[in-house]
């Protein structure tokens, strides 16, 4: 089986900034790519960003030069370095693994997410 372990996630002033962090822990052989995505209230699940094996970055248009999204040292890791955060930014941020290979098939799979508020 295949875990998200995902943390970073807290209340913070309007401008400030967050770092989000996920790892993938299981029996893995690789993984194409990770990223974050949030659900708005009414809307379906949105891209933040994503970041694939061979480091192509993709952005949501909404968070392009406020958010970076990184590989950590650690294996299977995924960082999201969020800046000047604004209250819009407020939601549930899940990380996804995409196309991850195990003993098992290739499937995608997703953590249980961590709140990002952003306010007084």
């Known amino acids: 089986q295949v875990q998200l372990e995902e943390s970073g996630g807290g209340l913070v002033q309007p401008g400030g900034s967050l770092r989000l962090s996920c790892k993938a822990s299981g029996s893995i052989f690789s993984i194409a790519a990770m990223g974050w995505y949030r659900q708005p209230a009414g809307k379906q699940r949105e891209l933040v960003a994503t970041i694939t094996r061979r480091d192509r970055r993709d952005y949501g248009d909404s968070v392009k030069g406020r958010f970076t999204i990184s590989r950590d040292d650690a294996e299977n890791t995924v960082l999201l370095q969020m800046n000047s955060l604004k209250p819009e930014d407020t939601d549930v941020y899940y990380c996804?693994?995409?196309?991850?290979?195990?003993?098992?098939?290739?499937?995608?799979?997703w953590g249980q997410g961590t709140r990002v508020t952003v306010g007084s």
């Open positions: 996804k693994a995409i196309r991850v290979a195990t003993p098992d098939g290739v499937s995608d799979y």
